[in-house]
């Protein structure tokens, strides 16, 4: 191309675009909105915080954040929509001292380059009379002028993403934002015990916090009276940084870290660090692979702190983070220490758990393939073995498509997890029990059946107490819970009742596996790749599977491979691990050198 002819291609981007691609990053999603204005109400050292957020149409139409905190004068008003304006910091310096949760100016702005932003304030300084009104929209301030207004700031958003559908596209189900924005509410709520937070959806409150000022106050209404009950204090002070809070005693765990609630000077943070070091704090107090319920808030010099490092500032990077860590697993370990921590009910020897039987270290590794084994306890848990093989059942021919399953012969169990087996033509098998017991129930699942043939009923019905945003999630899945068998109804503010539970789940009267899968639904993550269907197949069918570690019979191995044989995928459990790995005849030659 004849370069005079050629014109500037590249071009300064006009603000509107400039705020939008920011926005991209600050306001994700609406709970993202609630976030920002929030923050914002806690900068401004409100006291009281009301979140109204309406809906229609599977839609978030309106979320309005309002607080008693300091307010603005109108030239500030007006300013506060400027990118990158802010009454926070004034440079670099200062954001290392920052202990406001904003300081980048760019919350107003971005929201209302994708919204339409109201904002109403007056100063609280008992003088000023008369509030402020602005409207933002598109980018632009539309209007602006006196209005009347109590003192503290009040900001409605709405049409939120309706000029950006790329955007708009990307949030999810009503339920699922509403659950984010409850989350939103709720950590920050757990990190702000003086401040008093009010969640209202469509006129229903959702949440309420008193802003007492107590922690343990503020996690008992949030979480409940019996989870409060379980937790004992921490608070130390080592080195410059204070760390306060509760965490649970032993016998209250969770399979996932879920409950572990983590802020830094205030702001709502996950550390999977901080989580490891807490659990090292429990050293062999908790059994392995589970993880304590904390609320816990570290107070650290702000020039320790980086929080800059993400536009959402979810994420702290720390300096002397290794220090921190040790302390922090220090702290918990002294404050479980200085509690009386048998559990209640448990001071019968026979019951206290972890004993060792005498002579249980001349047990071979591999069990021996007899029945015999079963006397005493053991026999309890061959029984249930039985039971959840027998539940699971396949009939012949669902897959007979499939013609490449080996011919198997079981030898025994190693470890109590993996059952040997050798192939016909010499090559060894080593087959996950749980992987492998885990497919055949999901399969089972996935197959239409009639509610009534997977569903028991329980006697009574098991009650379940949840938080604001763990309600929320849960009623997502009250359907597709339903629909495998487990019968869950909401009565009552964050109360649910279990009536039946999935016939594969057995076990009726163990109240424990139901809290386990209602515990898996709520620590997992939302992969969009997943619906909430096959979270609940997957869930029920990991937790209606033999566990690792449940001894088994040479017997219930073979019935298990059978089982497994027929299913259409044989080979990996639904999460995609594998459930059996092999040894050919080959590589067993080739590794004593006989090749
Ligand atoms: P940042 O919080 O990072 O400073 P924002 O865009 O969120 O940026 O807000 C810009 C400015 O507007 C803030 O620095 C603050 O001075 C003012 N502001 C925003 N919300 C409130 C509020 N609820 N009460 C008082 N001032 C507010
Ligand atoms: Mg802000």
Known sequence: MNPETRTPTIRVLDPLTVNQIAAGEVVERPSSVVKELTENSLDAGATRIIVEVESGKGEIRRITVTDDGAGMIPEDAVLAFHPHATSKIRSLEDLHRALTLGFRGEALASIASVARVTLTTRPGDGETVEAYRVVADGGEIREEGVAAGPPGTRVTVENLFHSTPARRKFVK???????????????????????????????????????????????????????????????????????????????????????????????????????????????????????????????????????????????????????????????????????DLIPSGTTDAGKIPFRVPSGALTVPAAVPPSSRQYDGLSLRAGRQTEQQLRQTELPTGIAEERVTFPSLEVIGQVGSVYIVACTQDGGLILVDQHAAHERVVYEQLRKKREIGERSQELLAPLVIRRSPRETAVLREFIAPLGRQGLILEEFGRDTFAVTAVPVVLGRTGDDAVVQEVIGDILSGGDDPSVTTEERVIRIIACRSAVKAGAPVTVEQCQRLIRQLSRTSNPYTCPHGRPTMVALTRHQLDGMFKRT
């Not at 949440?207 to 503020?218: A, I, N």
């Not at 040790?326 to 002294?334: P, Q, T």
């Open 173 to 339: 189900t009503l339920p699922t934002e509403i659950s984010h924005i409850t989350g939103v509410v709720e950590s920050l709520a757990l990190s702000h015990p003086r401040v008093s937070f009010r969640l209202v959806h469509n006129g229903t409150e959702r949440l309420r916090t008193d802003g007492s000022g107590d922690l343990l106050t503020t996690i008992a209404g949030l979480h409940g009276v019996d989870l409060a009950r379980a937790l004992v204090p921490l608070s130390t002070r080592i080195h410059g940084f204070g760390i306060s809070g509760y965490v649970s005693k032993p016998s209250e765990h969770r399979l996932h870290p879920y409950q572990v609630v983590l802020s830094v000077n205030g702001r709502p943070v996950y550390s999977r660090q901080m989580v490891r070091a807490i659990r090292e704090g429990y050293g062999t107090l908790l059994p392995p692979h589970r993880y304590p319920v904390a609320f816990l808030d570290l107070a650290i010099d702000p020039s320790w702190v980086d929080v800059n490092v993400h536009p959402t500032k979810r994420q702290v990077r720390l300096s002397g983070e290794r220090d921190l860590l040790e302390h922090l697993a220090g702290a918990v370990a002294g404050a479980l220490q200085r509690q």
